[in-house]
């Protein structure tokens, strides 16, 4: 088992949030959606992205979420996951400003963004 340290928790709990999204819960409204969408394939084309932007980005979330997964035995993994995911962040802030979402349906972008570039500095470090 490898040990448990802030760098694994923070892999842990940015992986499972993105399984969450994209496996378990795209199909489904939350508080935290673009625009007026229900559903995360919605959310995109609120945007104004492409059923193919939608695939790549999910793509790149759900190989991320499984590198900080196998980073957890393989820690080389997890610097690159991160900066993926962190650039990936800093479009989904750009994509609620653009159609002007409330502050509440933007938290979670930010909070990934901490996250991601919080991990990306300790494994740099």
């Known amino acids: 088992m490898p040990p448990i340290d802030l760098a694994s928790v923070l892999q842990v709990i940015l992986a499972l949030g993105l399984i969450n999204v994209w496996?378990?819960?795209?199909?489904?409204?939350?508080?935290?959606r673009g625009g007026a969408s229900t559903n995360l394939h919605?959310?995109?084309a609120a945007y104004g992205?492409?059923?193919a932007v939608f695939y790549l980005v999910g793509a790149l979330k759900l190989a991320s979420a499984a590198a900080l997964l196998a980073a957890l035995w393989v820690p080389d993994l997890a610097l690159?996951?991160?900066s993926v995911l962190a650039a990936l962040m800093v479009g989904a802030l750009a994509m609620h400003l653009k159609v002007?979402?409330?502050?509440?349906?933007s938290v979670p972008a930010p909070a990934m963004l901490a996250m991601t570039t919080m991990l990306a500095v300790m494994k740099l470090g």
């Not at 496996?23 to 935290?32: C, M």
């Not at 002007?100 to 349906?105: G, N, W």
Request: hydrophobic share 45%.
């Open 23 to 32: 496996l378990v819960r795209s199909g489904k409204a939350t508080a935290f």
């Open 42 to 44: 919605q959310e995109f």
């Open 80 to 82: 690159p996951a991160a």
């Open 49 to 51: 992205l492409s059923d």
């Open 100 to 105: 002007k979402d409330p502050l509440l349906k």
